[in-house]
């Protein structure tokens, strides 16, 4: 393997080999993403994206210190730009962002070099034009993200969570009451009361969406007693976002992100 030489530290470390080529350790740009998935079973997941060995990146063994070595991989631009923008997340950008402001650099390094006046102007023309097509890329991809931010926002508090949830605490979500949000589901045909407990219409009784528990009180009397609560699954409580997304309603924590 070429010795390698740090050629930016910005954001992520850029290295350059004896080729004089840009290129960027996988191990590392796996770092700076924060991935959460393990090295080893990421990178395979990220070839099969179309990436080739020895075209669009190279592996190589790191230097054993006292274990057995590691397999790594030296990135080209291009691969590890499309790596950070398939992330979809800000840190994916902002690589993607710095890896393109290099390339440009030495772009335009190498193009001032030109002896020809005719022909460096002609290559100062297609770098602006390039330049204002990435402007408009960046545009385009930060919207992106942040239209998808507020969904993955909302969907990771419910994934994170694996506990039933009474109804008062889903309506809680919009800043609604349990009344409101009782009413709203039986409006949408989803569920109709039966006595003190809501229960769902045969339609979405089997989906998953509820689990309802039996509690023992001592009631004035002084006698046992019981009663059946219905409470909802986190299935049943991303059913219930996707149903109020559908009518224009979002919980709390998109609308702030909105504003």
């Given at each position: 393997?070429?010795?390698?030489?740090?050629?930016?530290?910005?954001?992520?470390?850029?290295?350059?080999?004896d080729?004089?080529?840009?290129?960027?350790?996988?191990?590392?740009?796996?770092?700076?993403?924060?991935?959460?998935?393990?090295?080893?079973?990421?990178?395979?997941?990220?070839?099969?994206?179309?990436?080739?060995?020895?075209?669009?990146?190279?592996?190589?063994?790191?230097?054993?210190?006292?274990?057995?070595?590691?397999?790594?991989?030296?990135l080209?631009?291009?691969?590890?730009?499309?790596?950070?923008?398939?992330?979809?997340?800000?840190?994916?950008?902002?690589?993607?962002?710095?890896?393109?402001?290099?390339?440009k650099?030495?772009?335009?390094?190498d193009?001032?070099?030109i002896?020809?006046?005719?022909?460096?102007?002609?290559?100062?023309?297609?770098?602006?034009?390039?330049?204002?097509?990435?402007?408009?890329?960046?545009k385009?991809?930060?919207?992106?993200?942040?239209?998808?931010?507020?969904k993955?926002?909302?969907?990771?508090?419910?994934?994170?969570?694996?506990?039933?949830?009474?109804?008062?605490?889903?309506?809680?979500?919009?800043?609604?009451?349990?009344?409101?949000?009782?009413?709203?589901?039986?409006?949408?045909?989803?569920?109709?009361?039966?006595?003190?407990?809501?229960?769902?219409?045969?339609?979405?009784?089997?989906?998953g969406?509820?689990?309802?528990k039996t509690?023992?009180?001592?009631?004035?009397?002084?006698?046992?007693?019981?009663?059946v609560?219905?409470?909802?699954?986190?299935?049943?409580?991303?059913?219930?976002?996707?149903?109020?997304?559908?009518?224009?309603?979002?919980?709390?924590?998109?609308?702030?992100?909105?504003?």
């Amino acid at each position: 393997m070429n010795e390698l030489r740090i050629f930016n530290e910005e954001i992520i470390p850029v290295y350059k080999t004896d080729d004089g080529e840009r290129v960027v350790i996988g191990r590392e740009l796996h770092e700076k993403l924060g991935i959460r998935t393990e090295y080893k079973d990421w990178f395979p997941r990220m070839i099969e994206y179309g990436f080739e060995d020895g075209k669009d990146f190279s592996s190589f063994l790191s230097e054993s210190t006292g274990g057995r070595p590691r397999k790594e991989h030296l990135l080209k631009f291009d691969m590890a730009k499309h790596i950070a923008m398939i992330q979809r997340t800000p840190i994916g950008m902002a690589i993607r962002n710095k890896l393109i402001e290099l390339e440009k650099a030495v772009s335009q390094k190498d193009s001032y070099m030109i002896e020809d006046p005719i022909e460096r102007a002609k290559a100062w023309i297609k770098e602006r034009e390039n330049l204002d097509s990435l402007k408009l890329e960046n545009k385009i991809q930060a919207q992106q993200i942040k239209e998808l931010q507020p969904k993955a926002s909302y969907y990771d508090v419910v994934l994170n969570c694996k506990d039933l949830m009474s109804i008062s605490k889903i309506a809680k979500d919009y800043g609604w009451s349990a009344v409101k949000m009782n009413r709203y589901l039986h409006e949408k045909g989803v569920q109709y009361k039966q006595g003190d407990i809501w229960l769902l219409y045969q339609k979405h009784s089997w989906n998953g969406y509820t689990n309802t528990k039996t509690h023992s009180y001592i009631g004035d009397d002084g006698l046992n007693h019981s009663k059946v609560h219905t409470y909802w699954t986190q299935k049943g409580r991303l059913f219930i976002y996707d149903l109020l997304k559908a009518d224009g309603v979002l919980p709390i924590i998109e609308r702030e992100q909105n504003e």
